[in-house]
């Protein structure tokens, strides 16, 4: 099992509609998590954090964070067409003495007009 | 700037040269690592730096490759002997221990 999954997609939806993009991972300590998005050609660039059990919301973006049942996931509310990119999941995993960040391999959206 | 910067941001080189890819972390940010990102695929961890020790050279997919981080700032990643199979994007991130990384710009690499 990989640490961290994620639906490669590509997930599509009508601009305006509700994206939800989901993360699962494999080590139940972990305490930190974050989503990364990735334009074509463009390097991640941070976008949500969360550690904490619940929803954190921050403008159009949503994260969701079910420790016990080991998922987070990521809801774009309004999509625009803008926000085609590959969305990635980070987890924190403390393993060999440190602290080590373990991507999933990306969920590509396409925001279609 | 207050980003992550790295240098240069496009190498073009011939196969059985060596290349030196730099990475400038955000000023502060003790932890730093570099990732390998080819075509269309996800993130390939390579080093981890904490400080100026590597406690984790894992990633590092031959002893071809190698790493320094000097004065607990600037890293280079050093590529021996490239080959075409080196050609990728090399992303480098830093961050303060136990948090979020920002990842720099990259450096395209093509080996022909």
């Known amino acids: 099992q990989k640490e961290v999954e994620q639906n490669s997609g590509p997930l599509s939806v009508p601009e305006g509609a509700i994206a939800s993009l989901n993360c699962t991972y494999s080590?139940?300590?972990?305490?930190?998590f974050f989503w990364y998005r990735q334009y074509s050609g463009k390097s991640p660039e941070l976008i949500m954090s969360?550690?904490?059990?619940g929803d954190k919301e921050d403008g159009r973006f949503t994260a969701q964070l079910n420790k016990a049942s080991q998922y987070v996931s990521l809801l774009i509310r309004d999509s625009q067409p803008s926000d085609s990119a590959t969305y990635l999941c980070?987890?924190?995993?403390?393993?060999?003495?440190?602290?080590?960040?373990?991507f999933g391999a990306g969920t590509r959206l396409a925001v279609h007009p | 700037g207050a980003g992550v910067s790295q240098s240069p941001s496009n190498k073009v080189t011939e196969k059985g040269k060596d290349v030196e890819l730099r990475c400038d972390p955000i000023?502060?940010?003790?932890?730093l690592y570099w990732y390998r990102q080819s075509l269309g695929q996800g993130l390939e961890f390579l080093i981890y730096?904490?400080?100026?020790?590597?406690?984790?050279k894992s990633g590092l997919p031959s002893d071809r490759f190698s790493a320094e981080r000097t004065g607990g700032s600037v890293s280079t990643l050093t590529i021996q002997r490239t080959q075409q199979e080196d050609s990728a994007v090399y992303l480098c991130?830093?961050?303060?221990?136990?948090?979020?990384?920002?990842f720099g710009p990259g450096t395209r690499l093509t080996v022909l």
């Open positions: 080590d139940r300590v972990s305490q930190s």
């Open positions: 730096f904490q400080g100026n020790s590597a406690p984790d």
């Open positions: 991130a830093s961050s303060r221990l136990f948090h979020e990384q920002f």
């Open positions: 980070a987890v924190n995993l403390f393993s060999g003495g440190y602290n080590k960040l373990i």
């Open positions: 000023s502060g940010h003790t932890a």
């Open positions: 969360i550690y904490s059990n």
